[in-house]
């Protein structure tokens, strides 16, 4: 008498995305239609990305799962305005001038961060970060 294991994993990864640049709504539809489980209900995954402004593409770099700090709402449309709108962000806290504005680049994040410098604050720069909650399918980009 001879048994078989079979062991199926369907659990999808973004990992397959990697290398790869698509436009926002390909890379939407994409994440949106994979298989993919959080260790908990209450998880989401965190995604980083870099958004190249001239050729409208996305390219996946890395994610992380963690519970949610926030409630999800934002529409795909609102997710794409906001990608458009800069590939990075700059806040700046802790001085006498506070805030939080988008950059496309070296020249313009580092006006920035010379600005926030120089006001005494903290300045700290992030690339786009989409939450991607896979339970529900929703996105939203900080």
Do not use: H, W
Not at 7 to 25: F, I, V, W
Not at 85 to 114: H, M, N, P, R, W
Request: proline content about 1%; hydrophobic content about 30%.
């Amino acid at each position: 008498m001879v048994f078989g294991l079979v062991s199926c994993n369907d659990n999808e990864s973004l990992d397959t995305l990697t290398d790869t640049k698509m436009s926002p709504d390909e890379f939407f539809s994409k994440v949106a239609a994979m298989d993919i489980q959080t260790s908990n209900d209450e998880n989401v995954l965190y995604i980083d990305v870099k958004y190249d402004k001239k050729n409208n593409t996305i390219e996946y770099l890395s994610s992380i799962e963690a519970e949610a700090d926030f409630f999800v709402l934002d529409s795909e449309a609102d997710i794409q305005r906001r990608i458009e709108e800069s590939a990075y962000e700059v806040t700046c806290k802790g001085g006498t001038d506070e805030f939080t504005k988008g950059c496309d680049g070296k020249f313009s994040c580092g006006k920035l961060i010379y600005k926030c410098l120089q006001s005494g604050s903290c300045a700290t720069i992030c690339q786009n970060r989409i939450t991607y909650a896979p339970q529900n399918r929703t996105f939203y980009i900080e």
